[in-house]
């Protein structure tokens, strides 16, 4: 049930980074750029969830660096999208 957790929380962390970004960016919902940052966050869910399969025991400090982790996965995956763009 733990794997589960951190697999949410990487992927809700993901999803709050792209939600956070919109609003701060000022600009109208546009979804296609918010489909992206769902799948990036879907990603980072799989990812930890296949690698914490293999940790054994998850704690609350795992479900937090988790969190944390998909915030990232979604940002860096936007910044490096942009370079590639050319925004």
Same mark, same amino acid.
């Given at each position: +049930?733990?794997?589960?957790?951190? $697999? *949410?929380? $990487?992927?809700?962390?993901?999803? /709050?980074?792209?939600? +956070?970004?919109?609003?701060?960016?000022?600009?109208?919902?546009?979804?296609?750029?918010? /489909?992206?940052?769902?799948?990036? $966050? *879907? &990603?980072?869910?799989?990812?930890? /969830?296949?690698?914490?399969?293999?940790?054994? !025991?998850?704690?609350? +400090?795992?479900?937090?660096? !988790?969190? &944390? $982790?998909? !915030?990232?996965?979604?940002? *860096?995956?936007?910044?490096?999208?942009?370079?590639?763009?050319?925004?």
């Amino acid at each position: +049930m733990g794997i589960l957790y951190v $697999a *949410l929380a $990487a992927c809700g962390g993901g999803l /709050a980074a792209a939600i +956070m970004g919109w609003l701060d960016s000022g600009e109208p919902f546009v979804g296609r750029k918010f /489909a992206s940052s769902v799948i990036r $966050a *879907l &990603v980072a869910g799989g990812v930890f /969830a296949v690698g914490y399969q293999l940790a054994g !025991a998850v704690s609350i +400090m795992d479900i937090v660096i !988790a969190f &944390v $982790a998909g !915030a990232g996965v979604d940002v *860096l995956g936007n910044r490096i999208a942009g370079s590639i763009r050319g925004d």
